[in-house]
């Protein structure tokens, strides 16, 4: 009968033993609240759009693309100084399509790296008045 109660109280002392021990930890290291950051998310703001328009051009080493481009102004005066340079800009447009070949505007990336570049040319005719270059369509064939 002994070697039946001895288990029981190994029990009964172990959970003792781990009762106590949480209560005296919290007691000499109190549990902290944890700390919350909120961040404020702005809504993804977007400028005035001007449409460029369908642009056709023959690339480089063969290959025809046919675009529809939209440039995002940086606010509502950057309109007004775009649209009255349209030509020119449109222009430069058809001379960075007409430098770029049918492999070089094959993949997301280089479609990538040409909105780069016409972003960085146009904004030298423009004042930096441009956030984005943005495709509405996008067409081409070698």
């Keep these: 009968m002994k070697k039946k109660i001895l288990p029981f109280l190994m029990l009964i002392i172990g959970i003792g033993f781990g009762v106590g021990g949480m209560i005296i930890k919290d007691i000499l290291f109190p549990p902290q609240a944890p700390k919350v950051v909120y961040t404020e ?35 509502k005066k950057s309109i007004e100084t775009i649209e009255s340079r ?32 016409l972003l960085e040319n146009l904004n030298e005719m423009c ?3 441009i956030r984005r270059v943005l495709f509405s369509s996008f067409i081409f064939s070698r």
């Design 86 to 117: 349209l030509v020119f800009v449109r222009d430069r447009i058809l001379q960075i399509l007409m430098a770029r070949s049918a492999n070089e505007i094959n993949s997301t990336t280089g479609q990538e790296e040409l909105k780069e570049e």
């Design 127 to 129: 004042a930096d008045n």
């Design 41 to 75: 998310r702005k809504p993804d703001e977007t400028g005035p759009v001007v449409e460029v328009g369908e642009i056709t051009a023959i690339l480089q080493g063969g290959g025809v693309v046919k675009t529809e481009i939209v440039l995002e102004g940086v606010n």
